[in-house]
């Protein structure tokens, strides 16, 4: 069974920094999928980074340049650093997992077939 635990949320001024973590079980996890989105009140989940199949970072345009996704295969953890926060980017953050699907979409939170339960990022202005 695939297990996700995400950790490191928190409350933070703007312009501050945050680094999340997702600690992984259950599977192989230098060869799956791996991808953190998020929820906001009110609003559809979002996706905000991932890797591809090739090991490429990918992110949404809402938070490129700020946000860092990478994976410590060592320790079967994903992490996501979050810089320059904005008062928009309070959602709960979740990490997600899939097995490799060739020309899948990365951005689909529907694709995704492991979460974790969430950790709240609150960003005040």
């Known amino acids: 069974q695939v297990h996700l635990v995400e950790s490191g949320g928190g409350l933070v001024q703007a312009g501050g920094s945050l680094r999340l973590s997702c600690a992984t079980s259950?599977?192989?996890?230098?060869?799956?999928?791996m991808g953190w989105f998020r929820q906001a009140p009110g609003k559809e989940t979002e996706f905000v980074a991932a890797?591809?199949?090739?090991?490429?970072?990918i992110y949404a345009d809402s938070v490129e340049g700020r946000f860092t996704i990478s994976r410590d295969n060592t320790k079967n953890t994903v992490y996501l650093q979050m810089n320059t926060l904005k008062p928009e980017d309070t959602a709960v953050y979740s990490c997600a997992a899939r097995q490799p699907v060739p020309g899948l979409s990365y951005g689909g939170h529907w694709t995704y077939k492991y979460w974790g339960q969430g950790t709240q990022v609150t960003v005040s202005s």
């Open positions: 890797f591809t199949r090739s090991g490429s970072p």
């Open positions: 259950g599977h192989t996890f230098s060869s799956y999928t």
